[in-house]
């Protein structure tokens, strides 16, 4: 199955397929993928929820009474949905330590410069953590992030520029967390079947994970509607 323009869907439709994904992965890794010593697990990397509490005694319910002020602000849904995303994270039986990260780039990291910015920054501190990265952008390049978020993260790691070729605009890339992290990227466009990709347990050893086929099943549980959107029928 190809990779579809992503684009043309809702921020919702994506987050769902983000995480239908990233669980389909986390599957695959786990039977068979990954030696024996290392499991999967999707997590919540950021925006975690607080835990529920008991209700203040004398406070105001906001159902019944919001709060009298001129102005409401909410945040748009692509954001929303970047600080509820998850991450395949990789970790060692012995100790349960975390060794790498799979990310999927959603919308809501692209949407405005602070995005770009959270997310490169959480990418380099991940890498100059120890963790190996195996990042997976689906989304082409845009006003924040004009080389795209391998191209942003790179900058941000050596001042350098990397350029996606304007016929594969989207980017896979596999970094080894070491003093000077380097990475494998494989740039790739609409219409292009997902090639397998490094992901990094140890400077000197990975696992291939073919992405295509978890790609695919988690594209089947998309809507219909939302199926015909993003091939361009509707």
Not at 41 to 48: A, D, H, S
Not at 157 to 186: G, M, N, T
């Amino acid at each position: 199955m190809p990779v579809h323009d992503w684009t043309r869907a809702s921020a919702g439709t994506f987050h769902d397929f983000h995480l239908s994904w990233a669980v389909h992965l986390t599957e695959s890794l786990n039977t068979g993928l990954l030696p024996e010593s290392y499991y999967a697990l999707t997590e919540q990397r950021v925006g975690e929820p607080a835990a529920a509490g008991h209700t203040p005694r004398g406070a105001v319910a906001v159902a019944e009474a919001p709060p009298k002020v001129s102005l409401t602000m909410d945040g748009d849904d692509a954001w929303a949905y970047a600080l509820r995303r998850r991450a395949v994270t990789i970790r060692h039986a012995s100790d349960h330590r975390i060794v790498a990260l799979v990310e999927i780039a959603s919308p809501g990291n692209k949407d405005r410069e602070r995005s770009v910015s959270d997310f490169v920054d959480k990418a380099v501190a991940a890498l100059r953590h120890g963790y190996h990265l195996l990042l997976i952008d689906l989304l082409p390049p845009g006003p924040f992030d004009p080389d795209g978020l391998h191209g942003a993260v790179w900058s941000d790691l050596y001042a350098q520029r990397y350029e996606p070729p304007p016929e594969k605009p989207l980017c896979l890339a596999s970094y080894v967390a070491e003093s000077l992290p380097h990475a494998y990227v494989e740039p790739i466009g609409v219409g292009m079947d997902l090639p397998e990709m490094p992901l990094f347990l140890d400077p000197d050893f990975y696992v291939n994970v073919p992405l295509k086929p978890d790609y695919t099943a988690a594209y089947r549980g998309v809507p219909e509607y939302w199926r015909r959107v993003v091939e361009g029928g509707e």
